[in-house]
């Protein structure tokens, strides 16, 4: 297992793209078990592999208090249901805001598991909000986006200096 390094916006790489798993294999694996325990160990409810520079369609989850309930979704599709609720996000690619963002409170999620099985969960509140979260990630999107150019400029400023003066 490892610790992997987080990239923090307004790092270009954050916007990549991921590409779907062709075959979950080994690597596969061991990135997952990985994001899992750097996930953790920041810690945080979420990691989709774009924060971690690697630029393929996995997310990790775990919306415990004991952290102990990791869900690993690969070259996942999420069906919105329920309604709009506004929740305040934050993200370990922008350290220290939390910004109130619109998600739906219920989506289905459809995936492959580490074994390359495809499985279907319904996830309500916290869950799907993070999972909508992760997926947003997977596109290049961030929970900044959504917010006004006034703000997010603001908190890229305090980040770009901050990033500056960590050397
Ligand atoms: O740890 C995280 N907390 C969080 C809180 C509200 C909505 C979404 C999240 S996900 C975030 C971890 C992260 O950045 N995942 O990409
Ligand atoms: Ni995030």
Partial sequence: M??????????????T??????????????LAGDMLETMYQAPGIGLAASQVNVHQRVIVVDVSEE?????????????????????PEGCLSV???YEEVTRHNHIRVSALNTEGE????????LFAICIQHECDHLDGKLFVD???????NRIRKKLEKAHREAG
């Fill in 67 to 87: 952290q102990d309930d990791p869900h690993v979704f690969i070259n996942p599709e999420i069906e919105l249901l329920g309604e709009e609720i506004l929740y």
């Fill in 17 to 30: 793209k991921a590409k779907p798993v062709a075959e979950v294999d080994d690597s596969i694996r061991t």
């Fill in 118 to 125: 495809r499985f279907t969960l319904e996830a309500k509140d």
């Fill in 95 to 97: 350290p220290g805001y």
């Fill in 2 to 15: 490892a610790i992997l390094e987080i990239l923090e916006f307004p790092d270009p790489r954050l916007r």
């Fill in 146 to 152: 959504y917010l006004s150019t006034l703000k997010r």
